[in-house]
């Protein structure tokens, strides 16, 4: 069993700056990818970035790319999202996911924890 744990959202203003937190517990050894995602007020799921846990393959999303770095401290097993230049359309529930493959595709991945609440006000 693999349980996922984000902290560190909350309100900001536009411009500002917030770092989410997952940390993974469990049968670690078994996931190759981590990843997050949000799911904006009113919307589907989508998808942020994904990483391998040797770090050496990254994937963004488009509408972040140059704002948000996805990172990973494996020895505490804990993968980090830090957002730059946050804008209100950044304001999302975000999820981080754990799996087998790098994948934008929600489906892929096999663990999911609770999600932490972004806000970004204009």
């Known amino acids: 069993q693999v349980r996922l744990v984000e902290s560190g959202g909350g309100l900001v203003q536009a411009g500002g700056s917030l770092r989410l937190s997952c940390a993974v517990s469990?049968?670690?050894?078994?996931?190759?990818?981590m990843g997050w995602f949000r799911q904006p007020p009113g919307k589907e799921r989508e998808f942020v970035v994904a990483?391998?846990?040797?770090?050496?393959?990254?994937d963004y999303a488009d509408s972040v790319k140059g704002r948000f770095t996805i990172s990973g401290d494996y020895a505490k097993n804990t993968v980090y999202l830090q957002m730059n230049s946050l804008k209100p359309e950044d304001t999302a529930i975000y999820y981080c996911?754990?799996?087998?493959?790098?994948?934008?595709?929600?489906?892929?991945?096999?663990?999911w924890g609770q999600g932490t609440q972004v806000t970004v006000s204009s």
């Open positions: 990483i391998t846990r040797s770090g050496t393959t990254t």
């Open positions: 469990g049968r670690t050894f078994s996931l190759y990818a």
């Open positions: 996911a754990a799996g087998g493959v790098v994948s934008s595709r929600s489906r892929s991945y096999d663990y």
